[in-house]
């Protein structure tokens, strides 16, 4: 007897020892053996609505976030003079005046976004100055979402730990030294914006603070940044940040607006924070809700626990997203010796840190769990990161590409709660694109949403009105973000199976299409419906020596729409309901404009043959069929797929951050592993944040790892995660692809976790370049559709050749969508591997194997 109660307890010994291990390896750390010099090189942290960046000085700088603090009010900024403007600038359209048609848009205008703003700064200043420590090292630990600073001076050791709390929503900072009463310093709180701070008890400090009801988009506007006169009482979020001290020794005084310790062993600071937002549609000035309610609350609730247990807390709960997958590359145990931002510098004269890789794949996971929780705002242009009071871009909403990449590796990687925030977010968008729908196009069904959103749920077109002149129609012409963004709902479903949610959201995507049936209009010249005015975005056409902004039919829109009413038939169809409204959707959709291929052997970015070869525009949007769309693919459209390529050959590869991240993820659909991995290494290219650079001067990362647009953009590394997933599984066109694009610089390597349409989850082995072994749990059942660049099988059941389409619901191929070719044009080779396919039947909950023959 107690001899099995001994193996027993040896076993579960050995299984946490195991799980020990697993939960913590240790490549998994940004780490630097000096201070942050820069934002850049600044180390995030974030619950999905508290963001911090920990710059791991001695004198230590924590720069705090609220992703609910923007500046001004709802407004929603529709335009009446549509109704009118709009038939006029379509005749202009059908009449080829395109100069025109630009010019008459400008009048339906409306405001530009709200600015995302940041909130406080921590300061925990020493008593000692210009001390320099013997030794020095600091890190970010993606195992456990904590950022930790060690240091020595003179005999005395220093550590710092700081953690941002999803369920106990506060940040908590503890200082140790390896000597009782060695710890002194003065804890600051203070703002960018205005704002005052108080000592309510002798460890107890308050923050209170109030944003601009107006920050100006441009440096030419006459008021920049714009204060109500009332005060505290006025228009404007109202903020509060609440920082208590607990000591261990020593003692704790007030001192004017700062705290101060003195000869303390140990200090834990406590930070809560909150804003007076009530809603996307209440003034938080005069409708708010009181933020010190929320922050006293959310603090004392905290302070009633210890350090361990919320630190306990925070990790179990942060790594039970984060640990879902594990990602194994070669790897060299000398380049872990070096610090993160010399491995970086390192990597362009010899690209071959794998960890490195690796490393990126995973913090694109931790920044998408830091910046988008369940009841969190969606992530912005910035995750929830900013310092600056005119953000670049306003830290906004931008809905033309990178909210939708913010979300693209939400469901592959096995992150699905985090993709909440956006469908709760679409939820408001609706509300307010009705209204917009009607005011600006006359339109009483459906919603709408243009190029740029913020807070206040926005959704009608930026531009500035009439009074700017930099407000350009080929980007403010754009009605498209709704039907893109609704797509992620179908999306969802597809990865989950999740009937209640595809009913629950349907009002949301049939509005989307609905508008879109009405917008749509026929084109005379052909029949054919189309989109009118219409831009493929933030680029123009070429035109005989001149450029235009605003046409119509651009091949986005039309790929956009054609994606949206499928997913709108299918769903109608799941739920048996609205037969009526799908037999409208399946007859407008076969009279939309088709794809043409051009003279080039290009996919024509255009309704006509205008594609300049020369065009290095960043925007590749008449993309968007290949992916995120499912329409083009190099097994069913294969003369499409070819067209996509030329088109990526004659963009190039160097671009912006996120534009290179959407290459990557193109390349991969096209099955050309080598050519994700080209791009996805160009990407590595080390930026310094300290020297001046001009925007969109060529994409690559910061010290931190963020990806450097340039500036900084968040949209880059959640795209290159969702594009190097894409790489190693694909799951759009009636199957699961195990290792398309597999590069043949991933010799050997092991991923787990990731999740493919159906509700699979996937195991990969791979070894020399071949798939050595793979599992797929089935967590639903059903039918399952496997393929492989090699002859498998399935050890637990018999499979047999796939044939026909699949009859699992939610992982069926888009099908054939129309497309002309230019008689003479001659299309590249796409040079894929043979696919071996097999199938069978899973039950709910069981685990396949598959191994290559």
């Known amino acids: 007897m107690k001899l099995s109660i001994t193996i027993c307890c040896f076993i579960q010994l050995a299984c946490i020892a195991v799980y020990a291990q697993k939960a913590s390896d240790p490549s998994l750390k940004l780490w630097y053996n000096k201070p942050a010099q820069a934002w850049e090189e600044a180390l995030p942290l974030g619950n999905g609505k508290t963001g911090a960046m ?34 006029q600038v379509r005749q202009a359209v059908f009449d080829g005046d395109y100069e025109k048609a630009a010019a008459l848009w400008k009048k339906m205008q409306g405001p530009y976004s709200a600015r995302y703003l940041p909130l406080a700064d921590l300061l925990w200043l020493l008593p000692a100055k210009d001390v320099t420590p013997k030794t020095y090292y600091r890190d970010l630990d993606l195992n456990t979402a904590v950022a930790a600073l060690r240091y020595q001076l003179g005999e005395v050791n ?31 709180l203070r703002s960018q914006l205005k704002f005052k701070v108080k000592t309510v008890a002798a460890n107890y400090l308050v923050l209170q603070g109030k944003a601009p009801k107006f920050v100006a988009n441009r440096e030419s506007e006459p008021q920049q940044v714009v204060y109500d006169s009332a005060g505290e009482k006025g228009e404007g979020m109202n903020f509060e940040v609440h920082a208590k001290i607990k000591v261990e020794g020593g003692r704790v005084e007030q001192k004017d607006e700062e705290l101060s310790v003195v000869g303390a062993n140990s200090v834990t600071i406590y930070l809560s924070e909150a804003t007076s937002f009530n809603g996307f549609d209440k003034s938080p000035g005069l409708e708010g809700k009181d933020p010190s309610i929320e922050a006293k609350a959310i603090l004392q609730k905290a302070l009633a626990r210890s350090y361990e247990q919320l630190k306990t807390e925070h990790i179990n709960d942060y790594r039970s997203l984060f640990k879902r997958v594990e990602f194994k590359l070669s790897a060299d145990e000398n380049v872990l010796k070096l610090p993160t931002d010399e491995r970086l510098k390192k990597y362009a004269s010899a690209p071959t840190d794998q960890q490195l890789q690796v490393l990126y794949y995973q913090f694109g996971r931790y920044l998408l769990i830091a910046s988008s929780r369940p009841g969190s705002r969606p992530a912005n242009l910035q995750g929830i990161w900013n310092h600056h009071i005119k953000p670049p871009w306003g830290s906004n909403y931008t809905t033309n590409i990178n909210t939708e990449m913010n979300y693209w590796l939400a469901e592959n990687t096995n992150l699905s709660e985090c993709h909440q925030p956006l469908f709760s977010f679409l939820k408001e968008l609706a509300i307010n694109g009705a209204k917009t729908a009607k005011v600006n196009y006359n339109i009483n069904e459906g919603w709408v949403v243009h190029h740029n959103s913020d807070l206040w749920a926005k ?13 350009m129609p080929r980007w403010s012409c754009w009605p498209m973000a709704g039907a893109w963004l609704s797509t992620h709902l179908w999306e969802h479903y597809l990865f989950t199976g999740d009937r209640d949610f595809l009913k629950n959201n349907w009002p949301l995507l049939k509005g989307a299409a609905q508008f879109m049936l009405h917008w749509l209009i026929t084109d005379p010249a052909n029949g054919y419906l189309v989109t009118n005015p219409s831009t493929s975005p933030e680029n123009t056409m070429k035109i005989k020596g001149k450029e235009f902004q605003v046409g119509m039919a651009t091949t986005m829109d039309m790929s956009i729409i054609r994606e949206l009413f499928t997913a709108a038939i299918k769903t109608s169809s799941i739920l048996n309901t609205d037969e009526a409204f799908r037999n409208q959707l399946i007859q407008a959709k076969e009279k939309l404009y088709p794809y043409h291929i051009g003279q080039y052997g ?31 693919n190099v097994a069913t459209t294969p003369e499409l797929a070819a067209a996509a390529k030329q088109s990526l050959i004659f963009r190039g590869d160097v ?46 990362t910061y010290a931190n790892l963020f990806d450097a647009h340039p500036p900084f953009q968040i949209d880059g590394n959640f795209g290159a995660t969702a594009g190097m997933t894409e790489m190693l599984l694909q799951s759009h066109n009636g199957e699961l692809a195990l290792l398309p694009a597999l590069p ?37 059942g059903g039918p399952c559709r496997v393929s492989a660049p090699c002859p498998i099988k399935v050890v637990e059941v018999t499979s047999k050749a796939s044939a026909g389409t699949n009859t699992n619901n939610l992982n069926t191929s888009y099908g054939l969508p129309p497309y002309k070719k230019d008689e003479q044009a001659k299309l590249v080779s796409l040079e894929v591997a043979k696919e071996y396919t097999v199938e069978f039947d899973t039950k709910k909950g069981e685990v396949y194997t598959i191994v290559a023959l």
Do not use: C
């Not at 730990?161 to 900072?173: C, D, G, N, Q």
């Not at 009608?460 to 009105?465: D, E, H, K, L, Q």
């Not at 082995?765 to 793979?774: D, I, P, Q």
């Open 54 to 87: 920990v710059w791991g000085s001695q004198d230590e700088l924590v720069q705090l976030n609220d992703n609910t603090l923007w500046s001004g009010y709802p407004d929603a900024g529709n335009n009446p003079n549509g109704p009118t403007v709009l038939p």
């Open 158 to 188: 220093y550590q710092r730990e700081v953690f941002i709390s999803y369920p106990a929503k506060v940040l908590v900072m503890r200082l140790t030294a390896d000597k009782k009463g060695a710890i002194s310093g003065r804890l600051q």
């Open 459 to 471: 959704t009608s077109p930026p531009g500035g009105y009439e009074w700017d002149p930099k407000g």
């Open 602 to 632: 290009q996919l024509q970015e255009w309704n006509k043959d205008w594609d300049d070869p020369k065009d290095k525009h960043r925007h590749l949007s008449h993309l968007f069929g290949l992916y995120p769309g499912s329409q083009i």
């Open 655 to 700: 671009s912006t951050g996120w534009s290179m991240a959407w290459k990557i993820n193109w390349w991969a659909r096209l099955h050309d592993g080598n050519h994700a991995y080209k791009i996805l290494s160009d990407a590595f290219t080390y930026i310094n944040p300290l020297e001046t650079r001009d925007a969109m001067s060529g994409g690559g």
């Open 744 to 780: 043949d610089s991933w010799k050997n390597g092991s991923i787990s976790g990731i999740k493919a349409r159906g509700n699979f989850t996937v195991a990969i082995n791979w070894k020399e370049g071949k798939l050595s072994k793979a599992t797929i749990t089935s967590n639903l």
